[in-house]
Structure formats: C-alpha cells, structure tokens
C-alpha cells in the first residue's frame, strides 16, 4: 500500500490554468478551470487497488507553490505525481526540487504530453525521478505496486538508471471497460463553475483516442489514436453518479472529438432519453463528424452547446494542416446546430503554415460571417510531439527560447512575424466581441452573479472596464 499525492501545480503568475491531456493552457475567454480528470481516475484506479491517495488542484484553490511545501511536510508522500504544460514546464519541474528538499525518499513523477514527447526534458531535472509517458491510470497503477524497485518491469515510464536515461516499452492503453470513472469525492466541487452560468459542472469522458491527424495537434500522445468506446452503461452510472452524489446537472463531455463515431453518440443519445436524466452538457466536434439528425437526437438528449474546431477560413491553411474538412462543411454544420438551437463556440488558430495577412482575414471573416455565440482565437502553437512541431524545427521557424503556447505566438513564418500573429489575434477578439449582437450573445447566456466569472482581458474586449 502505498500513500500517493496526485496534483494539478500552481500557474506560475497564479490565475487558473488546466493541464489535462492535449488541453494545457490557462483559463481564457471562458474564464474555466477545468475539474482534474486525469488525476481523479487515477486516483480512483489507486484506491480500487489498496492505496491511499490525495487529489489536489492547486490553481483552482488559489494556493502557491508555498502550499506544496506545507503539504509535502504534513503528509511525506511515497509517491508524488503532478501534471505539466509546454508553457509551464520550466516551474513544473522545479516543484521537484521542492519535495526532494523536504522529503527525499518520495518518487517524483510527472505527467503529460510534452514530458511523453520529450521525457528527457524533464529527467534533466535531476529531482524528477520518473517522467509517466502518454495515458497515465494503469502505467502509475504500475508505478506505485512497484515502489522504488524493479522499475524495468513498469512499461510507459522513462528514468535514469546509471546515470543514463532509460525508456521503458510504451505500455497498452487501458481497456474501454476498465476506464475508471473519477474519484470526484477527492475534490472541491464548487471550485469549478460553468463560464457566464456560474453552476457547478463535471467532466465525463465517454471516448478515448483521436483518430485525426491534425498537424498541431498532441492528442494522439495521451490517448491514442484509435477511438476506444466506453460501455454506454458505464457512462450512464457515472452520470447518474455525478447528479445524484455531487448535485450536479452539468456535464462537459471530454473527448478529443466525441462525435468521431456518430452511431455511438446516437446511442449514449437515447440511453439518455430513455432514463430520463435531466442533465445538460457541451461537447466538441469536427464539422465533418456531425450531421442535423444527430445534432437534434443531441438536443433532445441534454446538448446545449457545442464546440467545433473550425481552425481557419482558407481551404488550403486546413489541408495542409491536416484537419480533412472545408470551410463549407464549417459553415454548414454551425448552422445547422443553431437550427436546432444548439449554441456553437468556434476555434479559430492563427500562424500556422502557410498563413498570410490575407488568410488570416479570412479566418476572421468566416468568424464573423458564422452565427457564433462564443470564438476563441488561438496562436499556432508548436507542440512537441506533432508534425507542426517538427516542421517548424526543421524550417527554422521557431523563436529562440520560446516555449510554446496558445496564447502568444512563437513562429516566424516566411513573410508573417510571430508579432504579427499576435497583434492580428487581438484584433480579431476586438473586431468579434465589439459587436452588439456578440455582446448580446454573451448575455443570453449568462446568470448575471456569474459575470464576474469573466476573464478582464474579454471584460476590456467588450469595453466593460478599462
């Protein structure tokens, strides 16, 4: 039995910031701290097999780096497991040092998909004992049975072993059936809340893997890129679970595309219909995955939002990103979501190959063509790991001493700066949510208590405040 520690590390300026899976960045114009999935089902595959286990996020309860150090004194863990972030590594890993300093016999291990990419950028952190390498449940299930000996055996792991890196075989992903629902009982509940609404909300993940092969994209590192279905059944009782135990009615459901497999959408789709459980949910999607009788079939069953990685308003910026859709499929699978009363939040990236002044307006002018409730503006951001990545190496694209994020742009593409990026991606988010109807859009939606929840960058956007 091992006494294990699993966290979600402070943002170095403080403020929200989630590191789940492909997803790594700081709570933006939704102002969401999302819940910690990834390290509450593992905690729940942990506690399934005897350990004892802490569950905790540090940015959304507002605590530092100094709150690390007065739990490591109190609890002494064995193991301590924390998520990281391209944006955020160089402080992620200097937690390491921290707990070795007060509690030198616990394991430190990190997670996540840059540290998969590239394990050795962690381990160079002589502190950081294990770097955990793609889907982290079974593989830290593994890593605690084990202890501090025979790590040979644990698959999916990296480590120094004579002063020599070692990567162990990468380890098989989890079956559909033995994905564990989340230990949400570990958590504060009321430290996430559902941008302009202000309810309490949850994430569900009924699929794992992403079969698409976007260039700038991580999620095949985490889970892989085939689809894995969870029973439906499962899914439902987690459901059930979730509103009856934590109170709670709104879900997020976390997938890279969830409507990759539209016949078992259709299915969770009448599984719920059919239990009559009143709940209400968002999810993403591709445009080339959906079509109107699934959307209404979603509708019925609960869907108030969806979430569509539209990218860019040229053609050929989506084809050689490897995104296989157009902008006519973008158009038509947002309006038929508003025909059936779905709000639609559109994303939209900035820089990525190819990309010229003209392009990019483009992009802003499908933005502001489409009958978005919600666009998010992104920088194309190099991931290790994903082919945007390695063709920016290779073409000498990239900033020295940059590390990659959404929010800034770290590319200089032949005839556009990475300063360019940025001041055009400003401008969109001024050009979209200065208009009225935006601003209406926004207020529709919204619990006016739960205004204040959003970020002041949009507050300044929408000129609410200086």
Not at 25 to 49: C, D, F, K, M
Not at 405 to 422: F, H, K, R, T, W
């Amino acid at each position: 039995m091992a006494n294990v520690l699993l966290f979600n590390p402070p943002a170095p300026g403080g403020g929200g910031f989630t590191r789940e899976g492909r997803c790594t960045q700081e709570a933006g114009v939704w102002a969401t701290q999302w819940p910690p999935l990834s390290l509450t089902t593992t905690a729940a595959l942990l506690i399934a097999n005897g350990h004892i286990v802490k569950v905790f996020d540090f940015p959304a309860l507002g605590m530092t780096a100094t709150a690390i150090s007065t739990l490591i004194r109190k609890e002494h863990p064995d193991l301590a497991i924390w998520g990281t972030a391209t944006p955020t590594l160089g402080s992620d890993l200097q937690i390491a040092r921290l707990i070795k300093e007060i509690s030198p016999s616990t394991i430190t291990a990190v997670m996540g998909t840059h540290v998969t990419a590239r394990p050795e950028d962690a381990l160079s952190e002589r502190a950081v004992d294990a770097v955990i390498r793609g889907e982290p449940e079974g593989i830290i299930g593994n890593l605690c049975r084990v202890g501090h000996s025979n790590w040979k055996s644990v698959n999916g792991i990296s480590y120094r072993r004579k002063q020599l890196i070692q990567h162990n075989p990468d380890a098989d992903f989890l079956a559909p059936p033995d994905i564990p629902a989340p230990a949400w009982h570990l958590i504060d509940h009321g430290s996430y809340r559902l941008p302009l609404k202000g309810r309490p909300f949850l994430m569900v993940a009924p699929v794992r893997g992403c079969p698409y092969r976007c260039t700038f994209c991580t999620a095949p590192l985490y889970y892989g890129a085939k689809l894995r279905r969870r029973p439906i059944e499962n899914v439902l009782r987690e459901i059930e679970i979730n509103t009856k135990s934590y109170s709670i009615s709104d879900i997020f459901i976390w997938a890279d595309t969830f409507t990759a497999d539209r016949d078992y959408v259709r299915e969770f789709c009448r599984a719920v219909i059919a239990r009559s459980l009143s709940i209400s949910w968002t999810c993403n999607s591709r445009v080339d995955t959906i079509d109107e009788e699934t959307l209404m079939l979603m509708k019925k069953a609960g869907l108030w939002m969806i979430s569509y990685g539209l990218e860019s308003g040229n053609d050929g910026i989506l084809a050689r990103s490897g995104k296989k859709m157009t902008v006519a499929q973008s158009r038509k699978a947002v309006l038929w979501a508003k025909q059936t009363g779905i709000r639609v939040a559109g994303h939209f990236i900035f820089g990525l190959p190819g990309e010229k002044k003209s392009t990019m307006e483009e992009t802003l002018a499908l933005a502001l063509e489409l009958p978005l409730d919600i666009a998010q503006f992104y920088a194309a951001a190099p991931f290790p790991g994903t082919g945007l990545y390695a063709e920016a190496k290779r073409e000498g694209w990239l900033r020295k001493d940059s590390f990659s994020s959404q929010a800034s742009a770290v590319m200089d593409l032949p005839g556009l700066s990475a300063d360019e990026v940025d001041d055009f991606r400003r401008f969109a988010f001024r050009k979209f949510y200065g208009r009225p109807q935006a601003a209406l859009n926004l207020l529709s939606m919204a619990e006016w208590e739960a205004l204040k929840s959003v970020p002041a960058a949009m507050k300044r956007f929408l000129g609410w405040t200086r």
